[in-house]
């Protein structure tokens, strides 16, 4: 994708990136962002490679810890790269919230273009041991690394007030300048899954941040994000998004309705044709926002 044509307005971007680290940095100055989505199996895999090939996007597909370790990290690197083959952008591959630092080098070892530590939910001193580990072992082989600081709510995540979950400046730069890792999952009150009310983003502590270290960020639990605030992130430093749960919940839930409909005679590719296109529209729909530039 050399030009993008939104509103009349054309904008050339240099696309010609050597690795997955460049494409960041860029994307950082340009404040754009790279879509990044949770996938399951081949099926959802296959619905966010057509989706972002009919949208003309460069991609990133992550693997959640259950995933890498069901699939196995190999596994997903040979589905990857046998969907590459038809694909004109770049698909990287992501290992998405790791709390294990063996999980992190299995998937680098795989050949994984970028992995996440998660010492969000230890103290700083230990987050930053864990973080520099992987952002070591990883230097070699190239890989990106991201780190998390502070907290994205939802799951088991229990937070008690707002200074529990916002990530701390000062803290953030000093994981960011002793681990010199490369991109930084940033609590500002975002949440992973659906939530009953809609998250309030603290976009003065987003300022803060960004103003603090130069560093890609990246903004977790997109599924719930509304579209101004998604825009309005990237547009003050968040460089890649996290969108996970819409994906699976439509994946289920259709998956579940034409099992039931066919009943006895449900076979898989049959069922999965019918739920692939659902899952198209909704990665379509967040294709959408994020690249609106
Ligand atoms: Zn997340």
């Known amino acids: 994708m050399d030009t993008a044509i939104k509103n009349n307005v054309k904008t050339i971007y240099n696309e010609d990136y050597k690795s997955l680290k460049e494409l960041f940095i860029d994307y950082r100055a340009t404040q754009r962002c790279l879509p990044s989505f949770n996938v399951n199996d081949n099926y959802d895999l296959r619905a966010v490679v057509e989706a972002s090939d009919e949208m003309d996007t460069h ?60 010492g969000s939910q230890v103290s700083l001193k230990e987050n930053i041991k864990m973080t520099k580990q992987v952002v070591d072992y990883a230097a070699s082989a190239g890989v990106v690394v991201e780190a998390e600081i502070g907290k994205i709510m939802g799951r088991d995540v229990v937070v008690k007030s707002d200074n529990d979950f916002l990530a701390d400046v000062d803290e953030v730069k000093q994981l960011f300048e002793t681990t010199g890792v490369d991109i930084v999952a940033v609590g500002i009150g975002t949440a992973h899954g659906f939530t009953p009310t809609e998250p309030k983003i603290h976009f003065d502590r987003l ?77 379509k729909d967040r294709l959408k926002a994020v690249n609106f530039k």
């Open 59 to 118: 991609v990133m597909v992550m693997t959640y810890p259950p995933v890498a370790e069901l699939n196995t990290t190999e596994v997903f690197r040979s589905l990857v790269d046998g969907f590459k083959k038809g694909f004109k952008n770049d698909i990287y591959l992501h290992l998405d919230h790791s709390t294990s630092v063996d999980l992190c080098k299995r998937a680098i070892d795989s050949g994984y273009d970028s992995v996440m530590i998660d």
């Open 207 to 283: 300022q803060e941040i960004a103003e603090a270290i130069p560093a890609p960020l990246v903004l977790h639990g997109g599924t719930g994000i509304p579209d101004v605030d998604i825009q309005k992130s990237i547009n003050m430093g968040m460089s890649k998004i996290n969108i996970g749960t819409i994906v699976h919940t439509t994946y289920m839930k259709h998956a579940f309705e034409e099992i039931k409909k066919a009943g006895n005679d449900a076979y898989p590719p049959f069922i999965m044709k019918k739920v692939l296109p659902k899952i198209k529209d909704v990665v």
